[in-house]
Every structure is written in C-alpha cells, then in structure tokens.
C-alpha cells in the first residue's frame, strides 16, 4: 500500500539556520511529489512539486526539494529560515491517475528568533 | 491568482442533522476533491470526482456523505446525519490536469455537538 512518511512530529531552528523537513514514500512506481504548507487555522499551501525532470525543484518562499529515487525520500530545504516559516508542513504523494493524493502526517515547524 | 472557495468557513451542528459544506473551484478544473483533517491529525482522502461521477472514494466516505456538483460552478459535500467524529476541517481541492498540484481551498471547520 501506498504511504507517506515524515518522521520528525516537531522540528524548532533557529531564525537564520538552515532547515531540512525528510519526507519518504511507499509506491510502487514513480510518484507525483508535494509539499503543503499549513498555517495554524488556514487551508494547505502549494509550495512546490515533483513530475519528472530534474530532480532538485524550486518552490515559493525560497524552498526547495530534491527527489532521491534511491532513497523513495523528497526533502524539503531552505537555506535560511525566517520567522515567518513557522508553519506544518506536508509532504504529499499522488498517483498517476491523480484519483487521490496521500498525505505524511506533517511536521510542525517553530523558528528561534 | 486563482482560488478554491469555501463557504462557511466554520460551522457547528448538533449530532444528527445534515450538513452541507459548500466549495467553488477553479472554473476550468476538472477533477474535484474532499479531504479532511480531524485537529491534529493528518490529511485523509475522502473523495474524488471528475466528469459527473466519483471517481474514488475512501472507507471513510460511506452512505452517510454524498457530493455534488449541481451547477457547474459549486461541488458540495453533504453529510446526512452528523456524528460527533466527522468534527473536522473539511478542505475542498481542484484540479486543472496533472501538470499542476491541487489547490486547496481554506477549509470548513466543521463542529458536531
């Protein structure tokens, strides 16, 4: 079966530092990859995803991913965290036929000042 | 930019009455979605819809929910009979083809008391 997993609940950096999320998938073939971010009480922000092509991608606010097939891992970075990023973030895999996507269980994220 | 609305953005109910949670996605999309998440718990797919039709549905989506898209603009989400376990944030998702991420609207946080 299909999953989903980011394996730190809770991540706290520092204002500055850099930040890695670790996102890893179950699926049998090559996944479309996500990552959502949510802030407290509002809906899931798309901030960059994964088809094919080259495997580092851009997202909004300064993210960026890197699809790792040998290791079924889409970790997303940034290098220089601000304030502002503390948020849950949700690392997503969809199939090929887009019927439905599945999502990791989210790690939240509180920045240092 | 383009936005998947939804109304109302909370909602309380007592345990039995019927709801219906309402979504307008974005007018060329084609493939339509409920998601919800109960408070601090991950994302979980409850529907897809696309052509008139489900086209997926998860074990959670039993006979008591039911979606429609009754005039080509709004996709609805009716829950029959309201338990206090389907107390949620409800997000609706659309999606243009497989080139894009969904996009989510901001969510119904639906209360059943």
């Known amino acids: 079966a299909q999953s989903v997993t980011q394996p730190d609940i809770h991540i706290t950096v520092s204002e500055g530092a850099s930040l890695e999320l670790r996102c890893n998938y179950s699926?049998?073939?090559?996944?479309?990859l996500f990552w959502y971010v949510q802030s407290p009480g509002q809906g899931l922000q798309l901030l960059l995803k994964?088809?094919?092509?080259?495997?580092l991608v851009q997202g909004i606010k300064g993210f960026e991913a890197e699809f790792k097939r040998s290791q079924s891992s889409f970790n997303l970075r940034k290098p220089s965290v601000h304030w502002s990023d503390a948020a849950e973030y949700f690392c997503?895999?969809?199939?090929?036929?887009?019927?439905?996507?599945?999502f990791g269980s989210g790690t939240k994220l509180n920045v240092k000042p | 930019e383009p936005e998947v609305t939804q109304t109302p953005s909370h909602q309380v109910t007592q345990m039995g009455q019927e709801v219906i949670l309402r979504c307008v996605p974005i007018?060329?999309?084609?493939?339509f979605y409920w998601y919800r998440q109960i408070l601090g718990q991950k994302v979980e797919f409850l529907v897809s819809?696309?052509?008139?039709?489900?086209?997926?549905k998860s074990e959670i989506f039993d006979d008591q929910f039911s979606v429609e898209r009754p005039d080509g603009s709004n996709f609805t989400l009716k829950i029959r009979s309201t338990k206090l376990e389907d107390s949620a944030m409800y997000f609706c998702?659309?999606?243009?083809?497989?080139?894009?991420?969904?996009?989510f609207g901001s969510g119904t946080r639906l209360t059943v008391v």
């Open positions: 699926y049998g073939a090559t996944p479309y």
């Open positions: 819809f696309y052509n008139n039709e489900i086209s997926e």
């Open positions: 994964y088809f094919s092509g080259d495997t």
């Open positions: 007018s060329n999309h084609l493939y």
């Open positions: 997503a895999v969809g199939l090929y036929n887009f019927n439905k996507f599945y």
């Open positions: 998702a659309s999606l243009a083809d497989r080139n894009y991420g969904y996009t």
